[in-house]
């Protein structure tokens, strides 16, 4: 314990002293490309093979790959929250899968109070720009350009939950044509460049693709080896593409930082390849996936680097990158990526733990080379938990990623002193940030549009908020939403 709050305390330190953007004569611009469900072997560079990438896997041998990056959370809106934050997803209170649909969850989104880092880049003049899904509330109180975005283009949610699209506030598609998607977002991305590429920008650019349903431009209709998943992966590769000779022809691409990434993992096991599991469990293959770091004007050989980094750091990382101190009212759970650029080592000592968290579940741990899956109950699972194999696990199970990456070995039985340190750091974490139906010490409020309403994750609980303020909360949404008074036509997908 007294390890984990020095090493707490190392990265608190290290964040309230900003170093400030390495004495550049201009601010970079910064593209961060988010994709969606794309697994750890999704793109070539990453090992798939019935895919081609060439784009994506220019940017890995110029700039920095990482083999050992993890996502924030293994399902869409909480992993955004922890991108955007700096913040475990249960630390900033969005730790939940929104969905507009459904009852316990259509008020809910990010806390208006939350800094995101649109927000960071806002205080420095940045011009700051979205582009795809947001997924992070619906309601206006939760609107992008709300949380520091000047301009916005994209969609609110998953085409699944709702499938309109939209221009700063107003409507533009009330089915968005997903055929085109790829090419909407990125012509929308190169008109940006184009039209303010002469002042520094940040655009966040959050792909809907390859998250289903999908479809492939024409033009890229039967690319792949590997069906229409395939070709709108090789189409969205293409669009990272435009967008790379944009900023190549506006005379910005030596000073403009690309980050490449995705959400969480993929809902198929070979795109995890060679790890275990898939999108919403706790299995590697559901937070780890590929992360690119380009700035030719910062990295000049490419190189591959086996450094454990996480979500989190990459709002420490811009901040400091542009000059722009860490806020210091709240607590982040990442730390600044900038020495690696400088031949330096991290503040975060490699053997600080790192949690997975499933909603509220805290289900493993990570120390090290070594990670602890914890025990847990059915009740305490989220409702899209896919790891059955574990829904009663009454022990702990011990892994060594460095030698079984496919989890498949415990070794608990013969590492009892190394199992009880990690379960005395799963305590610290479920104290600090909570547990199922256990507010944490530090955590922070859930965004809602219903004043005093319950935060519930899971509609398994829903029935246990009283039905006087079900029914409150339903005459709200109605009020809001007079057209969800009638059943909701099923999307075409």
Not at 28 to 37: A, H, R
Not at 102 to 127: S, V
Not at 255 to 268: A, L, W
Request: hydrophobic fraction near 35%.
């Amino acid at each position: 314990m007294k390890f984990l709050l020095a090493a707490l305390l190392i990265c608190v330190l290290v964040q309230t002293q900003p170093v400030g953007y390495a004495q550049s004569q201009s601010p970079p611009n910064v593209i961060f490309f988010l994709t969606d469900d794309l697994g750890y072997s999704d793109i070539s560079c990453y090992g798939a093979t019935k895919v081609k990438t060439p784009n994506i896997d220019r940017l890995a041998a110029e700039g920095y790959k990482f083999t050992d990056f993890h996502t924030g959370a293994s399902i869409c809106s909480p992993s955004r929250a922890a991108f955007l934050t700096g913040a475990y997803p249960q630390r900033c209170g969005l730790y939940m899968g929104i969905n507009e649909n459904r009852a316990e969850h259509w008020f809910l989104g990010l806390h208006p109070d939350e800094i995101t880092l649109a927000e960071q880049f806002k205080k420095q003049n940045y011009q700051t720009f979205m582009i795809g899904k947001w997924h992070l509330g619906s309601e206006p109180e939760f609107h992008p350009l709300g949380q520091g975005f000047d301009n916005y283009y994209g969609m609110p949610n998953n085409v699944g939950h709702s499938p309109k699209f939209f221009d700063g506030r107003d409507e533009i598609f009330s089915d968005a044509p997903l055929d085109r998607l790829t090419k909407l977002y990125t012509d929308r991305a190169i008109s940006v460049i184009e039209e303010h590429g002469d002042q520094p920008f940040f655009m966040y650019f959050a792909h809907n693709y390859p998250h289903t349903p999908y479809k492939a431009g024409k033009a890229f209709a039967g690319s792949s080896r590997d069906g229409v998943r395939g070709d709108v992966i090789q189409e969205l590769d293409w669009g990272l593409g435009e967008i790379m000779k944009a900023i190549q022809k506006s005379g910005i691409a030596e000073n403009t930082i690309v980050v490449f990434t995705s959400d969480n993992g993929p809902v198929k096991p070979q795109y995890a390849h060679p790890y275990r599991g898939t999108k919403y469990v706790s299995f590697e293959g559901g937070q780890r996936v590929p992360f690119i770091f380009h700035w030719p004007a910062k990295i000049k050989a490419g190189a591959e680097l086996d450094i454990p980094v996480v979500a989190m750091d990459l709002f420490p990382t811009l901040s400091e990158i542009i000059g722009e101190p860490l806020p210091s009212d709240r607590e982040f759970d990442g730390v600044s990526l900038l020495p690696l650029l400088e031949g330096k080592t991290l503040a975060r000592p490699e053997t600080q733990p790192f949690y997975y968290y499933n909603c509220e579940n805290l289900q493993a741990v990570r120390y090290g080379d070594w990670k602890l899956h914890l025990p847990r109950s059915k009740v305490q699972v989220p409702f899209w938990e896919k790891n059955t194999a574990f829904f009663r696990l009454k022990k702990p199970v011990l892994y060594n990623l460095q030698t079984d990456r496919a989890e498949s070995r415990d070794v608990a039985d013969a590492n009892p002193e190394l199992v009880e340190q990690m379960i005395e750091f799963a305590e610290h974490a479920r104290e600090s940030l909570g547990e199922f139906n256990q507010r944490g010490t530090d955590q922070r409020p859930t965004g809602t549009a219903v004043a005093d309403a319950p935060v519930v994750s899971h509609g398994k609980d829903w029935p246990s908020v009283d039905q006087e303020t079900r029914k409150s909360i339903h005459q709200e949404q109605l009020a809001r939403h007079p057209d969800r008074a009638t059943p909701k036509k099923k999307i075409k997908k």
